[in-house]
C-alpha cells in the first residue's frame, strides 16, 4: 500500500478517493475494450473523504473525456524531488527541420519528477532552434525553475499544480519545456494510482499505427528503404519536400515502384508560395504520385493562401491539407477553424504543451476537423507519452510518431513495444519506461 496525499483506484464499476492511502480495488481494468465507466465525485462533509459513483458512458467522446480531467481536479501532488538533465543523442542522418535548419543530434533535457510516495515520472524537453526553446542551456536553466517550484510547493491538487507550470513557462516560447515538466508530472500521478498513461486518456485502444519518415536521400537509396520499410509493415511514408520538385518526384516514384501500396504524407514545411504549391500538386498527379496528405504547403502567416491551397487540394485531387506552423497557439487554431482553412490539425505536445494540446484536440473534435498527431525530434520518452495520449484518445486520422526509429541509440529502458509500425501499450503504470538516469549525466 502506498501512502498520497489523496488517492485513485479504477475498477470496472467503481472509483475510490481516500485522503490517506492508496489500496487497489480489484476489477477487469486489464480488458481493453471494456466500457469505462464515468466517474461523479461525492463529498462527504468532514471533506476527509471521497467516493465516487460510476454510471454508463455511452459515447467514445464522453469516455475519452471523463478520466484525466477528474483526476486533476482530485489527485494532490506531493513533489519529494524534480530535476532536469541533458538528453543528448545522435541522429541515424542529418534531419531536415523547416527550410533552413538540419539537425545531426538530439540535445533534448529530460525531466525526472519524484513525489513523496517514491512514485517517479518522466518528461522531456524538445529543443529545435527557431522552433522551441533556444537551446539546451536555455531549456535548462527554465526546467530548473520549473522543478525547484515543484520541490518547494506545499502539496496541492494537480490541476493547480499544472496551472502554476503554465506561469513559469508560458506561451509558444516555452511550450516545449511545459510539456516535459507536465509529463514527468502525469507520469508519475499515473504510476501512483496504477494505471497506463493510454487508459488514463480514455483507453480507446492499446495500439497505434504509425507513419516512418524518410531522408533526405537518392532514388536508388529511397527505394531500398522504402522496400525494408514494406516489409517491415509501414504502409504510410513521410517525404519531407526540397525545393527541387523534379528531383523530389523521382525520389517519390523510386519508393512507390518499391512499395506500390504506400500511402504518402507529403511536409511541405511551408518552403512553397500558392502558385507554387499548385503547381507541385499538379506535377505529383501527373506523375502519379497521389499523397493522402499535404502538410504545411506555404509559409506559416499566409493563410488566405493556405485555403486557396486546399481548397484545390480538396476539389480537384480530394486531398487533406495539414497545418503546423501555421497554428502556434488555440487562437491560431480557432482561426484555422474558423475560416476552414484546412482539414486537418497537426499536435505536437512540444508546440502546445499537453495541457494546451488536450484544450485543442477537444476543439477540433467539437467542431468535426481531423487531427494528425507528430513529434519533435525526440526520444522514446517524450514519443512514448505522445503515442499513449494518441491511442488512449483514438481520435487521430494520421499518425507521425517515428523519431526513435531515426536515432542511433535508445536512452529509455521498458516502456511501449514497437513491431514495425505498431506500437503496443502494456498494462504496466504511466508510461512503462523509464530512462537510464546516468545516461544524461
Same mark, same amino acid.
Given at each position: 500500500?502506498?501512502?498520497?496525499?489523496?488517492?485513485?483506484?479504477?475498477?470496472?464499476?467503481?472509483?475510490?478517493?481516500?485522503?490517506?492511502?492508496?489500496?487497489?480495488?480489484?476489477?477487469?481494468?486489464?480488458?481493453?475494450?471494456?466500457?469505462?465507466?464515468? $466517474?461523479?465525485?461525492? /463529498?462527504? %462533509?468532514? #471533506?476527509?473523504? +471521497?467516493?465516487?459513483?460510476?454510471?454508463? @458512458? !455511452?459515447? =467514445?467522446?464522453?469516455?475519452?473525456?471523463?478520466?484525466?480531467?477528474?483526476?486533476?481536479?482530485?489527485?494532490?501532488?506531493?513533489?519529494?524531488?524534480?530535476?532536469?538533465?541533458?538528453?543528448?543523442?545522435?541522429?541515424?542522418?542529418?534531419?531536415?527541420?523547416?527550410?533552413?535548419?538540419?539537425?545531426?543530434?538530439?540535445?533534448?533535457?529530460?525531466?525526472?519528477?519524484?513525489?513523496?510516495?517514491?512514485?517517479?515520472?518522466?518528461?522531456?524537453?524538445?529543443?529545435?532552434?527557431?522552433?522551441?526553446?533556444?537551446?539546451?542551456?536555455?531549456?535548462?536553466?527554465?526546467?530548473?525553475?520549473?522543478?525547484?517550484?515543484?520541490?518547494?510547493?506545499?502539496?496541492?491538487?494537480?490541476?493547480?499544480?499544472?496551472?502554476?507550470?503554465?506561469?513559469?513557462?508560458?506561451?509558444?516560447?516555452?511550450?516545449?519545456?511545459?510539456?516535459?515538466?507536465?509529463?514527468?508530472? $502525469?507520469?508519475?500521478? /499515473?504510476? %501512483?494510482? #496504477?494505471?497506463? +498513461?493510454?487508459?488514463?486518456?480514455?483507453? @480507446? !485502444?492499446? =495500439?497505434?499505427?504509425?507513419?516512418?519518415?524518410?531522408?533526405?536521400?537518392?532514388?536508388?537509396?529511397?527505394?531500398?528503404?522504402?522496400?525494408?520499410?514494406?516489409?517491415?509493415?509501414?504502409?504510410?511514408?513521410?517525404?519531407?519536400?526540397?525545393?527541387?520538385?523534379?528531383?523530389?518526384?523521382?525520389?517519390?516514384?523510386?519508393?512507390?515502384?518499391?512499395?506500390?501500396?504506400?500511402?504518402?504524407?507529403?511536409?511541405?514545411?511551408?518552403?512553397?508560395?500558392?502558385?507554387?504549391?499548385?503547381?507541385?500538386?499538379?506535377?505529383?498527379?501527373?506523375?502519379?504520385?497521389?499523397?493522402?496528405?499535404?502538410?504545411?504547403?506555404?509559409?506559416?502567416?499566409?493563410?488566405?493562401?493556405?485555403?486557396?491551397?486546399?481548397?484545390?487540394?480538396?476539389?480537384?485531387?480530394?486531398?487533406?491539407?495539414?497545418?503546423?506552423?501555421?497554428?502556434?497557439?488555440?487562437?491560431?487554431?480557432?482561426?484555422?477553424?474558423?475560416?476552414?482553412?484546412?482539414?486537418?490539425?497537426?499536435?505536437?505536445?512540444?508546440?502546445?504543451?499537453?495541457?494546451?494540446?488536450?484544450?485543442?484536440?477537444?476543439?477540433?473534435?467539437?467542431?468535426?476537423?481531423?487531427?494528425?498527431?507528430?513529434?519533435?525530434?525526440?526520444?522514446?520518452?517524450?514519443?512514448?507519452?505522445?503515442?499513449?495520449?494518441?491511442?488512449?484518445?483514438?481520435?487521430?486520422?494520421?499518425?507521425?510518431?517515428?523519431?526513435?526509429?531515426?536515432?542511433?541509440?535508445?536512452?529509455?529502458?521498458?516502456?511501449?513495444?514497437?513491431?514495425?509500425?505498431?506500437?503496443?501499450?502494456?498494462?504496466?503504470?504511466?508510461?512503462?519506461?523509464?530512462?537510464?538516469?546516468?545516461?544524461?549525466?
Amino acid at each position: 500500500m502506498a501512502t498520497v496525499r489523496s488517492s485513485f483506484c479504477l475498477t470496472n464499476s467503481s472509483i475510490f478517493f481516500t485522503s490517506s492511502n492508496l489500496k487497489w480495488v480489484p476489477g477487469n481494468y486489464l480488458n481493453t475494450n471494456q466500457n469505462i465507466s464515468r $466517474i461523479r465525485v461525492i /463529498a462527504s %462533509s468532514s #471533506g476527509s473523504n +471521497l467516493m465516487t459513483q460510476s454510471s454508463s @458512458v !455511452s459515447s =467514445t467522446a464522453e469516455r475519452t473525456n471523463f478520466g484525466f480531467k477528474n483526476l486533476t481536479e482530485t489527485f494532490w501532488v506531493d513533489v519529494q524531488r524534480a530535476e532536469g538533465r541533458p538528453l543528448n543523442v545522435q541522429i541515424n542522418a542529418p534531419l531536415s527541420i523547416g527550410t533552413a535548419l538540419s539537425l545531426e543530434k538530439v540535445e533534448n533535457v529530460a525531466i525526472r519528477v519524484e513525489l513523496s510516495n517514491g512514485c517517479v515520472g518522466w518528461g522531456e524537453v524538445a529543443v529545435v532552434p527557431s522552433v522551441t526553446a533556444k537551446n539546451q542551456m536555455v531549456a535548462l536553466a527554465m526546467a530548473k525553475e520549473a522543478c525547484e517550484f515543484l520541490c518547494c510547493s506545499s502539496p496541492r491538487v494537480l490541476n493547480l499544480v499544472l496551472n502554476e507550470i503554465g506561469g513559469i513557462l508560458p506561451g509558444t516560447e516555452f511550450a516545449s519545456v511545459r510539456a516535459g515538466v507536465e509529463m514527468a508530472l $502525469i507520469d508519475a500521478v /499515473a504510476n %501512483s494510482i #496504477g494505471v497506463p +498513461l493510454w487508459r488514463l486518456f480514455g483507453g @480507446v !485502444s492499446n =495500439t497505434l499505427t504509425t507513419a516512418i519518415t524518410l531522408p533526405s536521400i537518392c532514388p536508388a537509396e529511397a527505394s531500398e528503404l522504402a522496400s525494408k520499410y514494406c516489409q517491415l509493415g509501414f504502409k504510410t511514408l513521410k517525404r519531407k519536400m526540397e525545393k527541387n520538385i523534379n528531383a523530389e518526384i523521382k525520389i517519390l516514384q523510386a519508393i512507390q515502384a518499391a512499395h506500390p501500396h504506400c500511402s504518402f504524407i507529403i511536409d511541405a514545411n511551408g518552403r512553397y508560395t500558392v502558385k507554387e504549391a499548385i503547381e507541385v500538386l499538379q506535377k505529383l498527379h501527373d506523375s502519379g504520385i497521389r499523397p493522402t496528405l499535404l502538410e504545411q504547403p506555404i509559409h506559416r502567416y499566409e493563410l488566405t493562401g493556405l485555403k486557396e491551397v486546399s481548397d484545390f487540394a480538396r476539389g480537384k485531387y480530394g486531398m487533406s491539407v495539414s497545418v503546423d506552423e501555421s497554428c502556434e497557439s488555440l487562437n491560431d487554431v480557432q482561426g484555422v477553424i474558423k475560416e476552414s482553412l484546412a482539414d486537418v490539425i497537426n499536435i505536437k505536445l512540444a508546440k502546445f504543451g499537453v495541457m494546451g494540446a488536450l484544450e485543442i484536440i477537444e476543439l477540433a473534435r467539437n467542431s468535426g476537423v481531423n487531427l494528425m498527431i507528430s513529434n519533435a525530434v525526440e526520444t522514446r520518452l517524450a514519443t512514448g507519452f505522445a503515442a499513449h495520449l494518441a491511442a488512449g484518445l483514438g481520435c487521430f486520422k494520421f499518425v507521425s510518431l517515428d523519431m526513435p526509429f531515426l536515432l542511433s541509440e535508445d536512452p529509455v529502458i521498458c516502456g511501449y513495444e514497437a513491431s514495425g509500425a505498431i506500437y503496443k501499450f502494456l498494462n504496466a503504470r504511466g508510461q512503462g519506461g523509464f530512462l537510464k538516469w546516468d545516461f544524461t549525466s
